[in-house]
């Protein structure tokens, strides 16, 4: 007889929060229950899509103004406690989500909602509010566990290219990278946990590299140190999202959300690089130094350009992002990211700076865009920076802390711990340079 899974986390039903006989009342003038639920369901779909905690109360204080209430909210990783005020009496509420992810669709779907809601949906009643939220939450992926198999395997081969690697590195880690993103997605879907899911699919990921390598090996000679490549055929698993968003929750204060963020991103690097660092020891895999390329300057940048392009629009696919969104971001990358480099190899710029140069243009080509295109400030700065965030300095920390080699582990930790400060940091300056809502602490 097979066993039932039990849910832990037990569904809530939205539409029973609606008043008795108020179909064809405006939810301006609900019970303060029915308000209360809108704003509080708001507020989960957004946290939700990944979003920082700064943008999920600015949607829930905006809902809660046009209908005439207070609402103040304490917003974490994966839960949100809020109270809903109108002068006499008051509402509380803890909600909490069964997983974390991130959704650039549904997060710019949710955002058309709060500015439509300005403008005339809050003469709709909460029957047909929650109706509508209803089809916005059944935006799920847009794209196969094949579809999102293949844009991990072409962010990971990009992301090959721009750390050093060659062609051999770059198929390798395209075909592990592929298996390897496939298997979490089909594990992730079927609900299994988060831990399960990132050691399979970097166990994978792993295995598929070392096999083709062996096979390469044995059939065109090819030198066994092409093996450097297997660090990025597990890249996919790279947290830039809650990374990135961490920082920025911080800046503004969250202190709650940008911890949390911070800590289940942690949690990903130590638990993918110590399943790398495991199967590297199986398969006898060293994270040598890359096949020295030489290329003219010219067809550096150019080659360059397109790795960026193509490893931060892999980055939106997996991020849920439509095409036409997923090409605005690596558009942004691909510029923003030559630059870091290129400030690095050709003005001896340290990479920590040049990392806080090239998140800055990163933000602010996004805020350009932003205004004609009315895409998520964050669906285009995140996956354009993501790139950026150095899994190869992490897991090369990992690796020399795992065989004891301590000094050389503090090096890359430091190197890893630089970059990843200055990223947000370019993102908050630039978000400050040119968005008035975020400049001030209110």
């Given at each position: 007889?097979?066993?039932?899974?039990?849910?832990?986390?037990?569904?809530?039903?939205?539409?029973?929060?609606?008043?008795?006989?108020?179909?064809?009342?405006?939810?301006?003038?609900?019970?303060?229950?029915?308000?209360?639920?809108?704003?509080?369901?708001?507020?989960?779909?957004?946290?939700?899509?990944?979003?920082?905690?700064?943008?999920?109360?600015?949607?829930?204080?905006?809902?809660?103004?046009?209908?005439?209430?207070?609402?103040?909210?304490?917003?974490?990783?994966?839960?949100?406690?809020?109270?809903?005020?109108?002068?006499?009496?008051?509402?509380?509420?803890?909600?909490?989500?069964?997983?974390?992810?991130?959704?650039?669709?549904?997060?710019?779907?949710?955002?058309?909602?709060?500015?439509?809601?300005?403008?005339?949906?809050?003469?709709?009643?909460?029957?047909?509010?929650?109706?509508?939220?209803?089809?916005?939450?059944?935006?799920?992926?847009?794209?196969?566990?094949?579809?999102?198999?293949?844009?991990?395997?072409?962010?990971?081969?990009?992301?090959?290219?721009?750390?050093?690697?060659?062609?051999?590195?770059?198929?390798?880690?395209?075909?592990?990278?592929?298996?390897?993103?496939?298997?979490?997605?089909?594990?992730?879907?079927?609900?299994?946990?988060?831990?399960?899911?990132?050691?399979?699919?970097?166990?994978?990921?792993?295995?598929?590299?070392?096999?083709?390598?062996?096979?390469?090996?044995?059939?065109?000679?090819?030198?066994?140190?092409?093996?450097?490549?297997?660090?990025?055929?597990?890249?996919?698993?790279?947290?830039?999202?809650?990374?990135?968003?961490?920082?920025?929750?911080?800046?503004?204060?969250?202190?709650?959300?940008?911890?949390?963020?911070?800590?289940?991103?942690?949690?990903?690097?130590?638990?993918?690089?110590?399943?790398?660092w495991i199967m590297a020891m199986l398969l006898h895999l060293k994270p040598v130094d890359f096949i020295k390329i030489s290329l003219p300057m010219e067809l550096w940048i150019l080659f360059r350009l397109l790795a960026s392009f193509c490893g931060v629009f892999g980055f939106s696919v997996m991020f849920n992002s439509p095409i036409r969104l997923a090409a605005s971001a690596a558009t942004i990358g691909a510029v923003a990211n030559t630059l870091r480099l290129e400030l690095v190899d050709m003005a001896g710029m340290p990479p920590a700076a040049a990392a806080f140069l090239?998140?800055?243009?990163?933000?602010?080509?996004?805020?350009?865009?932003?205004?004609?295109?009315?895409?998520?400030?964050?669906?285009?700065?995140?996956?354009?920076?993501?790139?950026?965030?150095?899994?190869?300095?992490?897991?090369?920390?990992?690796?020399?802390?795992?065989?004891?080699?301590?000094?050389?582990?503090?090096?890359?930790?430091?190197?890893?711990?630089?970059?990843?400060?200055?990223?947000?940091?370019?993102?908050?300056?630039?978000?400050?340079?040119?968005?008035?809502?975020?400049?001030?602490?209110?």
């Amino acid at each position: 007889m097979q066993q039932v899974v039990r849910k832990n986390h037990m569904d809530i039903a939205w539409h029973e929060y609606t008043d008795a006989n108020g179909a064809d009342i405006p939810v301006t003038q609900a019970s303060l229950t029915e308000k209360a639920s809108i704003i509080g369901r708001v507020g989960i779909m957004f946290l939700s899509c990944g979003t920082g905690a700064w943008r999920v109360r600015s949607s829930m204080n905006t809902l809660a103004e046009v209908m005439g209430i207070t609402c103040t909210a304490d917003i974490g990783l994966m839960s949100i406690e809020y109270t809903c005020f109108d002068g006499e009496k008051g509402f509380t509420q803890s909600l909490c989500l069964t997983n974390t992810g991130v959704n650039t669709s549904k997060l710019n779907r949710l955002e058309h909602f709060i500015r439509e809601f300005e403008i005339d949906r809050k003469d709709m009643s909460g029957e047909e509010l929650h109706t509508l939220l209803d089809e916005i939450e059944r935006i799920h992926g847009l794209y196969s566990p094949v579809a999102l198999g293949f844009a991990a395997a072409l962010a990971c081969c990009g992301f090959t290219f721009l750390l050093g690697g060659g062609p051999i590195e770059m198929f390798c880690a395209f075909a592990g990278a592929g298996f390897g993103n496939y298997l979490r997605c089909k594990l992730t879907k079927h609900h299994f946990t988060l831990f399960f899911s990132i050691v399979t699919s970097v166990a994978l990921a792993c295995l598929v590299y070392a096999g083709f390598l062996k096979i390469g090996e044995l059939l065109f000679d090819i030198s066994i140190q092409h093996e450097a490549g297997y660090i990025c055929a597990m890249l996919f698993i790279i947290p830039g999202f809650p990374f990135i968003t961490s920082g920025i929750d911080l800046a503004k204060l969250d202190m709650r959300s940008g911890t949390e963020r911070l800590m289940y991103a942690l949690i990903i690097i130590l638990v993918a690089t110590m399943s790398a660092w495991i199967m590297a020891m199986l398969l006898h895999l060293k994270p040598v130094d890359f096949i020295k390329i030489s290329l003219p300057m010219e067809l550096w940048i150019l080659f360059r350009l397109l790795a960026s392009f193509c490893g931060v629009f892999g980055f939106s696919v997996m991020f849920n992002s439509p095409i036409r969104l997923a090409a605005s971001a690596a558009t942004i990358g691909a510029v923003a990211n030559t630059l870091r480099l290129e400030l690095v190899d050709m003005a001896g710029m340290p990479p920590a700076a040049a990392a806080f140069l090239g998140a800055l243009t990163a933000g602010l080509l996004a805020s350009m865009i932003k205004n004609k295109a009315g895409y998520p400030r964050i669906s285009l700065t995140v996956p354009s920076i993501v790139i950026m965030v150095p899994g190869l300095y992490l897991y090369r920390g990992f690796y020399n802390l795992g065989i004891m080699n301590l000094a050389t582990a503090a090096s890359w930790f430091a190197a890893a711990i630089l970059i990843i400060a200055a990223l947000p940091l370019g993102l908050i300056f630039a978000r400050i340079l040119t968005d008035r809502t975020f400049r001030y602490c209110t």
